[in-house]
């Protein structure tokens, strides 16, 4: 009869899971040998379990899959808190497997209550047993299908090195696909399709949740039906690159004559996403418009803003049958819709969303001795770098720099796990996403904060064989607290922070490094960036320099 380690690692491969992140320790150990001998699971080594958890919310955020984390107990499950709650902010698709001392261990120095306090995380928490373990499992993949991630599996230690006493036959371990099937009620339905009808200026905007569900040629479809144009948050960036009525990114990282353009909406019909205070421009951006929510999780619906409707179900269930009760919209004369049926999708808006210039008005040529203007920065990167990339941005005063002007490739191909507001949370996501999509050539941003706080995984970087690329936005210290010392006319001395020289610790651990303090130094570099090597170039950015974009995205 088998184990409870063993049960679980037959499981996992049975449901197909093909990668794992952990630090080998107590509880997981047996589990992770079993899974990388007996089933040729890859794992992933991190240097401490904040970088596992994290690495494995990448990983899920970018693929179909879910993101698998082995974390060993006691100080392993603390390690690993904060990317746990990133993790169930973003709703993400993460496993947990964490390691728990044996019932009968007594010692009052390292022993921890872990089920309440994984509990009070606001996380699904399954305590398994050696009489439930495949029943455990299965309940955990299925939370994780309908998206209600991310989920804990309590394993004790010595439950974990128990005899399977279920009855359960492990083929039926496969998860069953049950979110596709989840659609609105009619009457529901009915009132969508009313306020579809007298909308003039329909907007469909597509987050995280419509690229998991396939909803993009629906949507699109759909958005031609009744006249709409498209856009997407931020993490869905690209998803309707091929449709001429696309308008990119909504929200507080879209350019001005996009927000212009975003504001005349009369209708959003929101798929999958959030709709959180960026995606909203801090409230200001849809104006009086009329708001559908769409999501598979009922918790999600108007908990971060106001909404007219929301709609239970899968994204692509959902556009699917909008689109045919659409048809027959599109029967009714002009006369009897109230509007045009080509809606917002006219020849004038079709010119205006082709003249869209992302860098009109933008300084690119003033810099400061020893600093480098940050947007010709990134236009170098966005510009040299290969267009099917795969781009993580940390969280700082820097971030709507890449977050406007950096495009990335193929959606799902952004990766911005801003949730819990955590600096450095970028790296360890970047590094999941990047082993997800191989095909996609990875590129981190982060500020020289967040690379101080998370610089042990860089290591893991080599080790793994990524050739990424890392730019550290270096200003010597906390941009965000200096401008709003300045706004209370306050000294921000304290919010300075010396920084080391990252570009020599990177090159320490093999990778190419340079130190970058002109744009146009930024091009040379990247004009000779060895593609299958990791590379780190600190760019030393100038302390005080204004950054609109980031003023208007803090703004509320």
């Known amino acids: 009869m088998p184990t409870v380690h063993e049960s679980l690692a037959a499981g996992l491969a049975a449901a197909g899971v093909r990668t794992v992140f952990g630090l080998m320790g ?119 299908d309908l998206d209600r991630g991310p989920v804990i599996l309590n394993v004790a230690w010595d439950v974990s090195n128990a005899e399977d006493t279920g009855s359960e036959s492990r083929h039926e371990l496969r998860p069953t696909a049950l979110r ?30 419509a690229i998991r569900s396939a909803a993009g040629p629906i949507l699109t479809a759909l958005a ?53 205070a ?29 909404i007219n409707i929301g709609v239970i179900g899968d994204a692509a269930a959902v556009a699917r049958r909008l689109l045919e009760s659409s048809t027959q919209l599109g029967e009714l004369t002009a006369e009897e819709r109230g509007r045009s049926a080509e809606g917002w999708r006219t020849a004038e808006t079709k010119h205006q969303i082709a003249n869209l ?21 990134m236009r170098a990167c966005d510009e040299l770098l290969p267009t099917e990339r795969l781009v993580a941005i940390d969280i700082g005063y820097f971030m709507s720099y890449a977050g406007v002007y950096l495009e990335s490739g193929s959606a799902p191909s952004m990766v911005c796990p801003w949730e819990y507001g955590a600096i450095g949370c970028a790296l360890g996501p970047a590094i999941g996403a990047a082993l997800a999509r191989p095909d996609l050539y990875p590129v981190m941003i982060i500020g020289d904060g967040g690379m101080a706080a998370t610089m042990n995984e860089l290591d893991t970087v080599i080790r ?23 706004r209370r006319e ?6 300075d922070t010396p920084s080391p020289d990252f570009a020599g610790v990177a090159r320490a651990l093999g ?37 609109p974009e980031m003023v208007k995205a803090m703004q509320g």
């Open 278 to 306: 960026h995606t909203r421009g801090h409230g200001g951006l849809f104006g009086r418009a009329r708001i559908v929510q769409i999501d598979l999780e009922p918790a999600v619906l108007g908990r971060r803003g106001p």
């Open 180 to 209: 596709r099937d989840y659609g609105p009620s009619e009457s529901t339905l009915d009132d969508v399709m009313g306020l579809i009808a007298l909308a003039r200026r329909p907007l469909v905007l597509a987050g995280r949740g």
């Open 464 to 486: 793994c064989g990524i050739p990424m690329l890392i730019v550290v936005m270096d200003d010597g210290g906390f941009r965000a607290e200096r401008e709003l010392f300045r």
């Open 26 to 144: 107590s509880g997981t150990d047996q589990l992770t040998r079993d899974l990388v001998e007996h089933y040729g699971v890859r794992y992933v080594a991190t240097r401490h379990e904040h970088g596992a958890v994290a690495m494995a919310d990448g990983f899920s955020r970018v693929s179909e899959g879910i993101g698998v984390a082995l974390v060993s107990a006691d100080a392993g499950l603390t390690n690993s808190m904060t990317a746990l709650v990133t993790a169930r902010l973003a709703g993400s698709r993460v496993l947990a497997i964490v390691g728990d001392q044996a019932s009968s261990y007594k010692s009052d120095q390292t022993r921890l209550d872990q089920i309440p306090l994984e509990s009070a995380l606001g996380i699904t928490t399954i305590p398994v047993s050696a009489a439930t373990v495949q029943r455990d499992l299965l309940h955990a993949l299925r939370e994780l």
């Open 511 to 547: 990778f190419d490094s340079h130190t970058v303090t002109a744009g146009t130094q930024m091009r040379e570099v990247l004009a000779e960036l060895p593609p299958d090597r990791a590379c780190l170039i600190r760019v030393m950015v100038h302390p005080t320099q204004p950054n």
């Open 490 to 495: 306050q000294s921000f001395h304290t919010a």
């Open 224 to 276: 031609r039906s009744i006249g709409a144009l498209t856009a997407t948050t931020l993490p869905a960036r690209g998803y309707f690159a091929d449709d001429e009525f696309d308008v990119g990114v909504c929200g507080s990282f879209a350019t001005d004559d996009v927000a212009r353009l975003i504001s005349e909406t009369d209708l959003v019909l929101s798929f999958g996403a959030g709709l959180n």
């Open 357 to 377: 210039d992302k860098w009109r008005g933008v300084d690119l040529h003033t810099e400061s001795d020893g600093y480098a203007n940050p947007y010709a920065v």
